[in-house]
């Protein structure tokens, strides 16, 4: 079954699935529907269009982490100044109060996301989509660009997705500080009752922000052999 390979790497990333109102959380890794809403951007589908984005919810993905990250929060504050006006939902002005906002986020991370799909005319289509994207893509919030081409040279690959994650160079940079980890987590996809409860499986279009559940199991794999670095 061929398996796509997406580079997630930059110095800001968030893949919340619990974020309320002013909380804003992150997983510690790219959550479903993050990757997901991420293709749709690249494929130009709609947020309403629920057609063309129902069949990339039916992948099988699975996350290697080349460089965790550091998880870290971000303080902002909306209309706090006397003189400032916040509008509200209902469109009516509130003076005074202002809004304090706590945004989690993971500093420096690095994340090689592979997807299986028995259906490749569809992961090809996803895969030169990445190349030349419709619109702009974000690790997990508008700001948060990526520092490195989300696409991979040779990123479709006619092999089952664990053993991809399992083979492919690692991602992260030639740093000179930065020496390569004896052992990569990774997680994937596993059978109900296996695993981690996640809540981040799209249901229904991004519009209707409506999410259902998976488990995903984690396990440690040896660092690859040979080359060690693969780059943009």
Not at 53 to 67: N, Y
Not at 219 to 227: A, K, R, W
């Amino acid at each position: 079954m061929p398996t796509l390979l997406l580079r997630l790497v930059g110095p800001m990333q968030s893949w919340g699935t619990t974020s309320r109102f002013d909380q804003r959380d992150t997983g510690k890794e790219p959550s479903k529907s993050g990757v997901i809403g991420l293709l749709a951007a690249a494929m130009g589908i709609d947020r309403e269009n629920w057609i063309d984005l129902e069949p990339l919810t039916h992948m099988s993905m699975g996350v290697r982490h080349d460089r965790p990250g550091v998880p870290k929060r971000d303080y902002q504050t909306a209309g706090c100044a006397t003189t400032d006006t916040i509008i509200k939902a209902d469109g009516k002005p509130a003076k005074g109060g202002g809004v304090v906002s706590q945004r989690d986020y993971l500093a420096d991370a690095a994340f090689l996301v592979g997807l299986e799909c028995d259906d490749r005319v569809l992961l090809e289509r996803i895969y030169a989509a990445l190349q030349n994207p419709v619109w702009t893509l974000a690790l997990g919030r508008k700001s948060y660009v990526p520092s490195e081409p989300i696409w991979i040279e040779n990123g479709l690959q006619d092999a089952p997705l664990h053993e991809v994650l399992a083979r492919w160079p690692w991602i992260s940079s030639t740093r000179e500080w930065e020496k390569p980890p004896e052992q990569f987590l990774i997680s994937f996809e596993s059978d109900e009752g296996s695993g981690v409860l996640k809540m981040d499986q799209p249901l229904s279009s991004f519009a209707e922000r409506r999410f259902g559940t998976r488990f995903v199991r984690s396990e440690l794999i040896d660092f690859p052999q040979g080359t060690t670095y693969v780059s943009a």
